[in-house]
């Protein structure tokens, strides 16, 4: 017997054993390609300024990091940093082609549960995302953006028609401060859930692990990236649009 025929007989012994978790082997030999896991909800962060995407000290990551903990099977979420929104766009559509032919059917499209949310440059971000993909036929469930700067190239004032709901928290003090208002394109089609202003020389919260700099010149607009109040909201929306609603909610007048 050949060694290769030996380690063949073997095999199912170690996997009871051990229980390694084997790909499945056609009758000629070749390894088939599994099933992926269907993708029910797509979520992207954007980092703001020249924050790494997997800073731990950072809004959006530490929200991602919650996501991806306590969602919902089916739940992709994923960090990028601000400047790579084109990363991002080739990584929502390639989620949505789900039977890898390179191209998004009319179906493919429908299926579309996108939710993006971003902090200064990675708010921006978010709605140039959303214009892209509306470009592309892709409906977004919720922009978020949280102290929303744009770079001098950049509209974030204005919420794409593809996008169903959009939120901006922002404050006003400070070298670098927010959008205090976002508006929709289309009314009829985006619900602008609210411009909602925040004060933290009235209600100053701490960062971890932040500049001289930022907390000299900018220290409003780095307290945006870590308020907790902030950021639970930001929670709060996107779990309201990925968790089922319990059976006994649904009923009128219960």
Known sequence: MTRFARVRL???????????????????????????????????GFAGG????????????????????????????????????????NTVLRLLDSNHDGNLSDDEKSQARVILFGHSWGASAVVLLARELDHAG???????????????????????????????????????????EIKAEDGTKTQILGNYRFDYRQHPVKCEATSWFDRTFTP????????PQIWNRVEDLVRERIEPVPTWAAIPGQ
């Open 10 to 44: 073997l095999l199912p012994a170690v996997v009871l054993c051990c229980g390694l978790a084997l790909p499945a082997v056609a009758a000629n030999g070749a390894i088939e390609a599994q099933p992926s896991s269907k993708i029910n909800y797509i979520l992207v």
């Open 50 to 89: 020249f924050v790494r995407h997997n800073n731990p000290h950072h809004g959006p990551v530490q929200l991602a990091q919650r996501l991806r903990r306590e969602a919902p099977a089916g739940t992709y979420v994923e960090v990028f940093e601000n400047r790579r929104r084109k990363r991002a766009y």
């Open 138 to 180: 892709v409906p977004v469930l919720l922009t978020v953006q949280v102290d929303s700067v744009a770079k001098p190239w950049q509209q974030d004032g204005v919420i794409p028609d593809n996008v169903a709901a959009a939120v901006n928290f922002y404050q006003s003090h400070g070298l670098i401060h927010g959008r205090s």
């Open 220 to 227: 409003s607009h780095m307290q945006s990236q870590c308020d």
